[in-house]
Every structure is written in structure tokens, then in C-alpha cells.
């Protein structure tokens, strides 16, 4: 039997809660988790996110670093992504706007986007056309007060995902340890959204895994660029 | 008709009664599928046991993902928020016992 390694790419711990955040990597743990990657605030001191990670570690998950781009106009993003690319493992868009949306879908060094259900961003079959990048659904934002409203809208983003052949990302956008649900319910909700059972169990374990694998191959020293990297080194001969 | 087990922890600041419990999870089946989605799928507390915060519902199979949905959108019961979180699913309640 093929066991599933289920990542959750989406985790947002308190970073001034020390216990908080080690409380919530033991819920992912007991979950059946096995990888996450942490969304920490980019001014934080290095010995803070170090103290959040270890929790992290400490619990027996693989830990890998996120950063969530929220940006106001398309230079803002395009500097941004100059800066923080080779950083982070995963970098991602919080789609808050039509021109930031465009320019995310575009650009291939953003990794996953995800929008903001809340708000009335509209997901065309236009911006599918563009993505290079995976479309991200985080369970936390079915989980707001107006909930309908915003699984009507995922299910329509799936359906359009879909038709493009678009990688989906299910993860659960948690930021406390009551807002931690185990995988097969993650992919449950994905399979309601739309999705056939092996996309969904995709979604929350292969696919995640893929895009980290990579981005730590691309991170490594021996990565030139796409297709070429160093096989020997000279050290090693 | 086959049946699924699910082996439930409940994650929240206060213990909640068998009542709310069952209503959590009512409102939350009856929210996102309605009533016909609630009749088929023949929902039942097995056991609960308060101190451990644990749970055993039973459902028909074929609505299994269903109530795994629902599990997972279920938010709060009379003010106090919660997490369902499936520790286990089995076919019979034997099963659930011996699974790791």
C-alpha cells in the first residue's frame, strides 16, 4: 500500500506565542501531517523565526519557509519578488487586486497564488490562460461568517482551474491550532468543491511536495538555471 | 447499506454537551447540504466520551465525504469555537479500535 505524504503549504503561525505555535504543530502532527511550509512576516528577527521553526521541527515535521506577497500596484510586486525569490522556498501571491492578480498569474517566479474570498476577485478563464504558477484554496476562508458565499466562488475557480488543467493546492491557511483539520477532510472539502478524488488527494500531498522539491533543488548551490546544474564538483574529482 | 466510522477529537476551550455536539454537526451537514443531505446520510453518535474529548459518529458510506466536509466547516456551537478533527475512519467499530 502507497502511503501518502500529505504537506500543508499554508501555515501562519503566532510568532510571539511560542506555545501557541507549538500547541498547533502538535495538532498538524496528530493530523497525519508530515510537511509544512511556515509563513512568518518578513521584519522578523532571524532568532524568532528560528524558535517558531524548531517547534515545528521539534513536532517531526519537515519545515520549509513561505512568504505571502500582498502588494498594492505591479512594481511594488515585480521588486518584491526581486528580493525575496531566492529566500524562501515557496512564494506566493495574496491576489488583492486586478493588475497584482495579472502580473502574479504571469510571472513564473511566483509559485502559488491564492485569492482572497472575501473580497470580489474574479478568477477568469483569461487569468487561467496565464498561470504558470498553482491556484491555491485555503480552508480558512470557508471558514469565514459568509462561508457560502465564498465556497460558491471556489467552486466556480475549480470548475475554470480545471478546464485550464491548473495544479490546485488545498491547504488550510491555519493560524491556530483550532483551525487544524486532518488531511482527508482537507480533501474531502476539495472533492465538494469540484475536484476527482485522485486531484484532491493530489492537492494536498504530490503536488505541494513537487513545487518544494523543486524550489529546494533551484535554492541549491548546484543550480545554475533551468536544465543545468553542476552533476561534479571540482572539489570532488 | 455499509456503514463508515469516524473516530472524532474535539478541539475547544470549554467540554461540549452530548447536545451541542450533535447540533454542531447537524447545522453544520444541514448548512452546506440540506435536509435531503442529512436523511441520506443516516448520521449517528456511537459514543461520546466528554473527559476525552472524543467521539465516534457513524454515516452511510457513499456520504462519508460528505460528512468529512462538513466535519472540516463545522465552526462554533453556542459562541464557543471548535475543530472536529477525524482521527480515524473504518468500516466497523472494531476497526477503529485497532487501527494506529
Given at each position: 500500500?502507497?502511503?501518502?505524504?500529505?504537506?500543508?503549504?499554508?501555515?501562519?503561525?503566532?510568532?510571539?506565542?511560542?506555545?501557541?505555535?507549538?500547541?498547533?504543530?502538535?495538532?498538524?502532527?496528530?493530523?497525519?501531517?508530515?510537511?509544512?511550509?511556515?509563513?512568518?512576516?518578513?521584519?522578523?528577527?532571524?532568532?524568532?523565526?528560528?524558535?517558531?521553526?524548531?517547534?515545528?521541527?521539534?513536532?517531526?515535521?519537515?519545515?520549509?519557509?513561505?512568504?505571502?506577497?500582498?502588494?498594492?500596484?505591479?512594481?511594488?510586486?515585480?521588486?518584491?519578488?526581486?528580493?525575496?525569490?531566492?529566500?524562501?522556498?515557496?512564494?506566493?501571491?495574496?491576489?488583492?487586486?486586478?493588475?497584482?492578480?495579472?502580473?502574479?498569474?504571469?510571472?513564473?517566479?511566483?509559485?502559488?497564488?491564492?485569492?482572497?474570498?472575501?473580497?470580489?476577485?474574479?478568477?477568469?478563464?483569461?487569468?487561467?490562460?496565464?498561470?504558470?504558477?498553482?491556484?491555491?484554496?485555503?480552508?480558512?476562508?470557508?471558514?469565514?461568517?459568509?462561508?457560502?458565499?465564498?465556497?460558491?466562488?471556489?467552486?466556480?475557480?475549480?470548475?475554470?482551474?480545471?478546464?485550464?488543467?491548473?495544479?490546485i493546492i488545498?491547504?488550510?491557511?491555519?493560524?491556530?491550532?483550532?483551525?487544524?483539520?486532518?488531511?482527508?477532510?482537507?480533501?474531502?472539502?476539495?472533492?465538494?468543491?469540484?475536484?476527482?478524488?485522485?486531484?484532491a488527494t493530489?492537492?494536498?500531498?504530490?503536488?505541494?511536495?513537487?513545487?518544494?522539491?523543486?524550489?529546494?533543488?533551484?535554492?541549491?548551490?548546484?543550480?545554475?538555471?533551468?536544465?543545468?546544474?553542476?552533476?561534479?564538483?571540482?572539489?570532488?574529482? | 447499506?455499509?456503514?463508515?466510522?469516524?473516530?472524532?477529537r474535539i478541539?475547544?476551550?470549554?467540554?461540549?454537551?452530548?447536545?451541542?455536539?450533535?447540533?454542531?454537526?447537524?447545522?453544520?451537514?444541514?448548512?452546506?447540504?440540506?435536509?435531503?443531505?442529512?436523511?441520506?446520510?443516516?448520521?449517528?453518535?456511537?459514543?461520546?466520551?466528554?473527559?476525552?474529548?472524543?467521539?465516534?459518529?457513524?454515516?452511510?458510506?457513499?456520504?462519508?465525504?460528505?460528512?468529512?466536509?462538513?466535519?472540516?466547516?463545522?465552526?462554533?456551537?453556542?459562541?464557543?469555537?471548535?475543530?472536529?478533527?477525524?482521527?480515524?475512519?473504518?468500516?466497523?467499530?472494531?476497526?477503529?479500535?485497532?487501527?494506529?
Amino acid at each position: 500500500m502507497r502511503l501518502t505524504k500529505f504537506t500543508d503549504l499554508h501555515v501562519l503561525p503566532k510568532v510571539d506565542d511560542i506555545e501557541s505555535s507549538r500547541k498547533m504543530a502538535e495538532s498538524i502532527r496528530v493530523a497525519g501531517y508530515r510537511s509544512v511550509a511556515l509563513s512568518l512576516p518578513t521584519g522578523l528577527l532571524n532568532a524568532q523565526a528560528r524558535a517558531v521553526k524548531e517547534c515545528f521541527e521539534k513536532a517531526g515535521l519537515a519545515t520549509y519557509s513561505r512568504i505571502d506577497l500582498v502588494c498594492a500596484n505591479r512594481h511594488e510586486l515585480l521588486r518584491l519578488l526581486r528580493r525575496f525569490r531566492n529566500q524562501y522556498d515557496v512564494v506566493s501571491v495574496r491576489c488583492a487586486n486586478q493588475n497584482v492578480t495579472t502580473v502574479a498569474c504571469r510571472d513564473r517566479r511566483v509559485d502559488v497564488v491564492f485569492f482572497d474570498q472575501n473580497r470580489n476577485i474574479k478568477f477568469t478563464h483569461t487569468l487561467a490562460n496565464l498561470l504558470n504558477g498553482a491556484l491555491e484554496f485555503n480552508l480558512s476562508f470557508l471558514l469565514h461568517r459568509e462561508s457560502l458565499e465564498a465556497i460558491n466562488r471556489a467552486i466556480r475557480q475549480t470548475a475554470i482551474a480545471r478546464d485550464h488543467k491548473i495544479k490546485i493546492i488545498l491547504s488550510s491557511g491555519c493560524t491556530s491550532s483550532i483551525m487544524v483539520r486532518n488531511p482527508l477532510q482537507i480533501r474531502a472539502v476539495g472533492i465538494t468543491l469540484g475536484l476527482t478524488d485522485s486531484e484532491a488527494t493530489d492537492a494536498i500531498s504530490s503536488i505541494p511536495h513537487s513545487i518544494l522539491q523543486s524550489n529546494s533543488e533551484r535554492r541549491s548551490s548546484f543550480y545554475i538555471e533551468e536544465g543545468v546544474k553542476i552533476i561534479k564538483d571540482k572539489r570532488s574529482r | 447499506m455499509s456503514k463508515r466510522y469516524f473516530m472524532l477529537r474535539i478541539d475547544s476551550n470549554t467540554q461540549l454537551t452530548e447536545e451541542q455536539l450533535i447540533g454542531v454537526i447537524i447545522t453544520s451537514i444541514t448548512k452546506h447540504f440540506g435536509e435531503i443531505g442529512i436523511a441520506s446520510m443516516n448520521l449517528r453518535l456511537i459514543r461520546y466520551d466528554r473527559e476525552a474529548a472524543e467521539a465516534v459518529v457513524a454515516c452511510e458510506r457513499i456520504m462519508a465525504n460528505e460528512l468529512l466536509t462538513a466535519l472540516a466547516l463545522a465552526r462554533d456551537v453556542d459562541g464557543i469555537s471548535l475543530s472536529l478533527v477525524v482521527i480515524r475512519i473504518s468500516g466497523t467499530i472494531k476497526g477503529l479500535a485497532k487501527k494506529k
